[in-house]
């Protein structure tokens, strides 16, 4: 055995910095031009000054400081422009946080099993409604209503090959439905490919081997079959969910999803276009016998059968890195959905010589049934959630427990919204001078039930006006009552009026952050129930609101029409705003990155609920970060301070949770600016809430947590109960000089979220925290020849620039 190097001495110690919301360079978080990339890719790298490259070798340069490196990751979120298009699959992503906000659970239930597959459900329905919307412009719209009326065929030159009055080969109603088919068909396979391709670019890294925590300790991460939502939480059983060693590797559960998602997507295509031949088959015999038609139902009923198998069957598998992949249902379930629906295409096309399209095509109950599942699986998650809140009511949590079924809702809105807008728009434009749906149009336009879910869109945004109304009121009260306790604060005998109301408003405006549940939950509320009207509106009148209440008295005519119309610019503005607004990015740097900040927060969570949600940075950044602080303090047995800011913070906290025990006591948790308990403690309970951060607390070396009054973001970590060193300093002084004086001749900025580290507090905290890891820690001297710097030891050592 080679001899242990000489007795403990303080160094060396690093600090590893890791940016928040918006992200930032390496020149920017290292204050420096010039940067050298130690080890990484050009999507996320770590970075260090290009003297400090050496710093292991030099240890006398640090006595006074730390080592300073940077993890920059906001690539991973505001890169290049193709990015921006992500807003097109907002619905997604947000449904797939509704799986993430489930209430905290202290024993393995089936409730918390059945949340998991109610949100897979409604993730599902969301994917059907997308392919739904898109068969209803390009195979209702355009192939069966524009292209079978002469009077809007004439008007489209580009549809002249498709019209009904040209008897061309393509005018028959079924060929028209199977070349208009391939739209929605190429939608699936894009969004088929994109999710494949972002999980290989972001969410197939996989931990260092060994750096994972030790030991299961009996964590329940999932039962034999995987299904890790079934898991009991960390408080009671020793590993935080966060902490386990598949977390953050769910490459088997997103692989199912998305073959399940992508078949969905073919067999609703398939059943648009099948499901009109058959029911003309049925209702005039001719030249195709209608068994054919009656076979190709039946598949469909059991490929969805199938479908819904897969969603519901597993969940995610946690306990373990888990390698396996369903290769046989990857393959075989979207193509077998593939080939049924090149099979409905050749039904659809083959002859029939009588049929006429009239009307709008069979099947826009469809878009009521996808509705109204929607809001019955809803209301199924909150009445589960409500259950798992009272089992263990957390008074932190928001809405409750409901803040699940209410963002899932809100996503189910979201995509009403955008579906029904392209469907609303497309059918004006075809239509030219008329209005789809009342008297004199051409075409009768897109379902009735899209026209009643626009008309209530006013009124949502009329119910918005007052809890908007009352924050606001709430907001001067509160910053006329902080105005005195400021001018105390900073000692003031000649107080400065609009100096202390700048402070005081700022304050009160961070706090809004706090009474978000009070927007949120009745926005979701009052969506639900006008969501519920609109379906009985269009059921029950079978007419565009403005026809339906035809009859019912000037006024109520006159709201009816206007509350339609109204409805459907909004629809259609809100539409082409997120077009617009993805344009902007993919050419404005500033725009891509505010998209970013967006992303910073929404995808976080893994891919649980939704396979084409927008990838998981997390799944990328915490192996990224547990795996350079095993390796660094492995090889030098020094001590390491994570320091994270906003979002950052919360991915070294995830990272720290990762950790191995030996390594976590040479580690150090400073966090500033973070969200980790004001908004991921109340609205991601079961993985933020009291029980995980108090594990947290007490498995990590120390921990210090920095936060300011004027900040919107950041809080406090709500552990001052805990027993050992306290976690929490705060409120920081902002600004650090009220007024003018010698030593600060201008006026000192209210930083808010930003520069933590411009007040003196951020380096005396890192000193003492370094100080608390104690001494560098004896480790074997290297044989001869052998390399002593981390960066010899495999990394790139490449510059970024």
Avoid at 363 to 369: E, M, N, S, T, Y
Avoid at 678 to 691: I, K, Q
């Amino acid at each position: 055995m080679p001899p242990a190097t000489q007795a403990p001495s303080p160094g060396p110690a690093l600090e590893l910095l890791v940016h928040g919301v918006g992200g930032a360079t390496p020149q920017e978080m290292l204050d420096d031009p010039r940067v050298v990339r130690i080890t990484g890719d050009a999507t996320a790298a770590v970075y260090r000054r290009p003297g400090d490259t050496d710093a292991e070798q030099h240890p006398e340069r640090y006595r006074d400081r730390p080592i300073e490196e940077a993890y920059c990751w906001s690539n991973l979120t505001s890169g290049n422009g193709s990015r921006a298009l992500w807003l097109l699959l907002l619905p997604f992503m947000v449904v797939n946080l509704a799986h993430w906000m489930r209430p905290t659970a202290r024993a393995r239930t089936r409730a918390v099993r059945l949340y998991g597959v109610l949100v897979r459900l409604l993730a599902l329905s969301l994917t059907i409604l997308l392919t739904a919307a898109v068969c209803e412009v390009a195979l209702d719209l355009t192939a069966w209503q524009c292209a079978g009326a002469p009077d809007c065929s004439d008007r489209r030159s580009w549809l002249g090959f498709l019209s009904s009055a040209q008897g061309g080969w393509w005018s028959q109603p079924g060929r028209r439905l199977a070349l208009a088919a391939l739209v929605p068909t190429a939608l699936v396979g894009l969004l088929w490919f994109l999710s494949n391709r972002t999980w290989s670019a972001y969410e197939s890294q996989r931990p260092l081997t060994g750096s994972g925590p030790g030991g299961d300790a009996g964590d329940g991460a999932g039962d034999g079959t995987g299904d890790g939502e079934g898991a009991s939480e960390p408080a009671a059983q020793g590993r935080p969910a966060l902490g386990r060693p598949g977390f953050w590797y769910g490459r088997r559960l997103v692989a199912r999803l998305r073959a399940a998602h992508t078949a969905a997507g073919f067999l609703t295509v398939a059943a648009f276009v099948a499901g009109a031949a058959a029911r003309h088959d049925r209702a005039a015999p001719g030249p195709v016998p209608d068994v054919f038609g009656r076979l190709i139902e039946a598949a469909l009923v059991a490929g969805a059968l199938v479908v819904l198998w897969v969603v519901c069957r597993r969940g995610r598998s946690e306990r373990r890195l888990d390698n396996r992949l369903d290769r046989a249902l990857v393959t075989y379930l979207p193509g077998a959905a593939l080939a049924l629906l090149v099979l409905a295409g050749g039904y659809a096309a083959w002859s029939r010589p009588g049929w006429v399209s009239t009307g709008a095509l069979p099947g826009h109950l469809a878009f009521g049934v996808i509705t109204l599942a929607q809001v019955l699986l809803v209301l199924l998650l909150a009445g589960v959630a409500l259950g798992l809140y009272r089992r263990t009511p957390e008074p932190r949590t928001v809405l409750h427990g409901l803040g699940g079924p209410v963002v899932a809702m809100l996503a189910c809105a979201l995509g009403g919204v955008m579906t029904g807008g392209v469907a609303q728009r497309v059918a004006d434009w075809l239509d030219g001078s008329g209005t789809p749906g009342t008297a004199g149009a051409v075409i009768e336009g897109p379902p009735v039930l899209l026209s009643w879910q626009a008309a209530v869109i006013p009124v949502l945004l009329a119910l918005l006006v007052i809890p908007a109304l009352l924050l606001l009121v709430r907001t001067w009260l509160t910053a006329r009552a902080l105005e005195p306790g400021i001018d105390r604060e900073y000692g003031k005998e000649r107080r400065d009026p609009a100096r202390t109301r700048q402070i005081a408003r700022i304050r009160a405006a961070a706090a809004l952050t706090d009474s978000a549940p009070a927007i949120v939950g009745p926005v979701a509320g009052a969506t639900l129930l006008l969501g519920a009207a609109a379906v009985w509106g269009a059921w029950a009148g079978g007419e565009v609101p403005g026809v339906a209440l035809k009859g019912s008295g000037p006024f109520v005519e006159g709201v009816a029409e206007a509350a339609q119309s109204t409805g459907s610019w909004l629809i259609g503005f809100g539409f082409i705003l997120f077009v617009t607004w993805g344009r902007r990015a993919y050419r404005d740097a500033s725009a891509r990155r505010t998209i970013g900040i967006l992303w910073d927060v929404g995808t976080f969570w893994p891919r649980a609920a939704h396979p084409f949600a927008p990838p998981c940075y997390a799944e990328r950044a915490v192996p990224d970060l547990v795996s350079r602080m095993s390796g660094w303090t492995g090889l030098t047995g020094g001590r390491l301070v994570i320091s994270g800011h906003s979002q950052g913070s919360v991915l070294a906290a995830s990272a720290v949770w990762q950790l191995p025990a030996r390594t976590r006591s040479r580690v150090a948790l400073l966090t500033y600016g973070s969200p980790i308990e004001r908004l991921y403690g109340r609205w991601f309970p079961a993985y933020f809430g009291p029980g995980p951060l108090h594990g947290l607390h007490r498995t990590v070396n120390c921990w210090r947590n920095l936060w300011r009054a004027t900040d919107p973001i950041g809080g406090r970590a709500g552990l001052d109960e805990a027993p050992g060193p306290p976690v929490d300093r705060g409120p920081l002084k902002d600004p650090l000089v009220y007024g003018r004086t010698p030593e600060h001749p201008l006026p000192e900025p209210v930083l808010g979220h930003f520069d933590y580290q411009a007040d003196p507090v951020f380096a005396e905290e890192r000193t003492a925290l370094l100080d608390r890891l104690g001494p560098l820690l004896p480790r074997q001297a290297a044989p001869d020849g052998a390399s002593k710097s981390p960066r010899s030891q495999g990394s790139s050592g490449r510059s970024s620039g």
